[in-house]
Every structure is written in C-alpha cells, then in structure tokens.
C-alpha cells in the first residue's frame, strides 16, 4: 500500500520473476508492437515481454502512474493525519479529492486517455501490448465501461496481472480480462 506513483523504481526480483511468469504466458500471442510507460518498473516489464516477441517497447509518456506529490513514496500508516483525511478523501473520490503538490485525477485521466486513443487512432487491425500501472489501468476500464471514474478505487489490481481489451469490427470496446492472475503462483 505504498504510493508509488512516478517513484522510479526497479523492479525486485519478485516483479522480474513476475514478469517472466507473465511473459510466458504471453509468449503465443501475435503483438504488433509493445508500448510501455516509462517508468522503469513498467519499462523492465515490457522489456521482458517484448524480448519474446522480437519486439523493442515504445516508451508513451501518458502512460505514465499518477504523481502522488507529497504522498509519494509513503505509506498510508506513515503518514500524518493531515495527509490520511485527504488520502481518505480522494480514496473515496478521486475526482473531488486533492493530492497535496501532486497531479490532480482530471489532469491524470485526460493524459492517460489521450495517450490509449492515440494508440488506437494508429491501425486498428493491431494486437499491440500496453504495460502500464494499476491507476492508468483503472481509467481505461472505467473509460470503456462507463463506470464513474468517481468510482476506480473499487477496482482491484494486482502486480502483473493481464487485463484484456478486445474490440469488434464497429470499434466497440469489451473487457475480456481483468486482473487476471492465472499465471502467478498462489
């Protein structure tokens, strides 16, 4: 429960065995392209993945986590009560809520789905691969679900889950997966 946001961390070699267990998973798939935040945690992710597929990960910027300001880097019982009422608040409401010197959810909602249409407006025959974090994840669910993006924090994410967007021939979006763990050990 740590808020990682842009921290630029590495991953551990929980998330590399993680990533490797994913990639194998994946490895039958036919991407055309593999994009990636820059993050280097999602970034080492893609690259384990893409590696399988010949493929060298483009870097999105958009795709980048949300900027947790004040609150990166700490945990919720770190905190001090001044930051736990507003950590309650936006996890209540994330639209309506305010991070203290951080990126507010409108600004992270609109680049995040800016940046997915951008990917999409390309080819829409493409399979393409996005490693991205649990809260861009989140926005683009609630984008093609029309769930009330008041409402993201009640959608579960786990590390290296899969997440599965599919789309029909009139650009129709489904949810096909979501936080799909089969592949990790229990």
């Not at 997915?116 to 984008?143: C, M, P, Q, W």
């Not at 009330?148 to 009139?170: A, G, M």
Request: glycine share 6%.
């Amino acid at each position: 429960m740590r808020f990682q946001g842009r921290g630029n961390i590495s991953l551990n070699e929980t998330g590399r065995n993680q990533a490797r267990l994913l990639s194998r998973r994946l490895s039958n798939e036919k991407f055309s392209e593999v994009f990636s935040s820059p993050l280097l945690r999602a970034r080492e992710t893609a690259e384990i993945i893409a590696a399988v597929h010949g493929l060298t990960p483009r870097l999105v910027d958009g795709l980048r986590e949300i900027f947790f300001g004040d609150w990166e880097g700490k945990i919720y019982t770190e905190m001090d009560e001044k930051d736990r009422n507003a950590v309650d608040l936006w996890m209540l409401n994330p639209e309506t809520g305010t991070i203290p010197g951080g990126e507010s959810f409108e600004q992270f909602r609109e680049r995040t789905l800016r940046s997915y249409e951008e990917l999409l407006s390309t080819d829409h025959e493409r399979n393409f691969l996005i490693v991205t974090h649990a809260g861009a994840i989140k926005v683009l669910v609630a984008g093609i679900l029309d769930i009330p993006f008041s409402r993201i924090t009640r959608l579960k994410l786990s590390p290296s889950s899969l997440t599965t967007i599919l789309y029909d021939d009139w650009r129709n979006p489904y949810l096909d997966l979501f936080n799909d763990i089969c592949h990790l050990p229990k």
